[in-house]
C-alpha cells in the first residue's frame, strides 16, 4: 500500500589505526547495502531454498537503503565517515570505568563517533568488538544518541575482510531487523517455549538454532516443519538464513508507522 520506503544510512567506520584492516574499504561498505537491498526485497538469489511450504510466506518487506546524499547540513556526502579511535576495541558496555560507559562507539567522546539525527538517518557503527559479538541494535523507542546498528568490521558486507561464516551481509540485515522491531524467532525463553516473536506465522521455537541446520528442526511441539531457522532473526550462518516472513513485514510496517515514522517522507 505504501510503496518502497528509502532508508538513508550514514556508515561509521571507527578504526584503530595500528590495525589497518579495520579501516574497511568502500567496497566492501558498498557490498553491505547491496546485500540489504536484496534480504529486504526478497530479491536475494538464496531465497529459492525456503521449504516449499513456507514459501507463501516469504515477504518482500518494501524497505530499501541508500547511502546518505546529504549530511546532516545539506552538504553532498558519500554516507561514509572515517573515525581514528584509540580503543583497541568496543564493548556494548564499558564497565572498567566507574560509572560504566555504554555504547562508546557512539560518542566521540568515548573514542567513537556521534550519530547523524537518529529520526533522518539509520547509523551503521562498523569496529572492532569485544567478547565474540557480530552486532547489536537498538529498538525503536529508545535513547536517540544511541539509536542504530554495531556491526562487527569483519562481518559487514560479503567482501573485503568479511569472514566466513558471517560473510553475507546477513549481521546488518539481523541487526536492522531488530532496529525496526522484530525480536529474535525464538522468543529469548532459553528453550521454555513460553514466550515467542509476538509474529504469529512464524512457528513457535525452542531456542536459537546455529551453523547450517536441517530441515525440519522440531522443537516445541513445532511438527512436522519445525523451526523457521532460515529466518533472518535466528543465529544461524549467513549462509543457512535468507527470509522474512509476512508477519513480520507487519511488525515492520507497524514501527515504520509509529517510532519511525519520521522516515516514511
Ligand atoms: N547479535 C547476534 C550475535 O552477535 C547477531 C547474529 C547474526 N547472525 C548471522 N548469521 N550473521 O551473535
Ligand atoms: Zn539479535
Ligand atoms: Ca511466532
Not at 23 to 41: A, E, K, P
Not at 115 to 141: E, H, I, K, R, S
Not at 240 to 246: H, P
Amino acid at each position: 500500500h505504501r510503496g518502497v520506503v528509502t532508508i538513508p544510512v550514514v556508515v561509521h567506520v571507527v578504526h584503530n589505526p595500528t590495525n589497518p584492516e579495520q579501516n574497511i574499504d568502500d567496497r566492501q561498505i558498498h557490498s553491505q547495502i547491496d546485500v540489504l537491498n536484496l534480504d529486504y526485497r526478497a530479491a536475494n538469489p538464496d531465497v529459492s531454498q525456503v521449504p516449499e511450504v513456507w514459501r507463501p510466506l516469504v515477504a518482500d518487506t518494501q524497505i530499501e537503503f541508500r547511502l546518505a546524499t546529504q549530511d546532516p547540513l545539506g552538504n553532498p556526502t558519500d554516507g561514509i565517515i572515517r573515525v581514528e579511535t584509540g580503543r583497541e576495541f568496543f564493548p556494548a558496555v564499558d564497565d572498567s570505568v566507574s560509572p560504566p560507559v555504554r555504547d562508546p562507539v557512539k560518542a566521540s567522546a568515548t573514542g567513537g563517533a556521534d550519530p547523524w539525527p537518529t529520526d533522518q538517518y539509520l547509523n551503521m557503527w562498523v569496529c572492532q568488538l569485544g567478547d565474540g559479538l557480530l552486532g547489536y541494535a537498538q529498538f525503536p523507542g529508545g535513547p536517540p544518541q544511541t539509536d542504530g546498528v554495531v556491526i562487527l568490521n569483519s562481518a559487514f558486507g560479503n567482501t573485503g575482510t568479511a569472514a566466513f561464516p558471517f560473510d553475507g551481509g546477513r549481521t546488518a540485515t539481523h541487526e536492522i531487523g531488530h532496529w525496526l522491531d522484530l525480536f529474535h524467532i525464538w522468543g529469548d525463553d532459553d528453550g521454555a517455549c513460553s514466550n515467542d516473536d509476538r509474529v504469529s506465522d512464524t512457528p513457535n521455537q525452542a531456542d536459537a538454532n546455529r551453523g547450517v541446520p536441517a530441515f525440519p528442526h522440531i522443537t516445541c511441539d513445532n511438527g512436522p516443519n519445525g523451526d523457521m531457522f532460515m529466518n533472518y532473526m535466528d543465529y544461524v550462518d549467513d549462509r543457512a538464513m535468507f527470509m522474512f516472513t509476512v508477519g513480520q513485514k507487519e511488525r515492520m510496517d507497524a514501527c515504520l508507522e509509529g517510532a519511525r515514522a519520521a522516515f516514511l517522507v
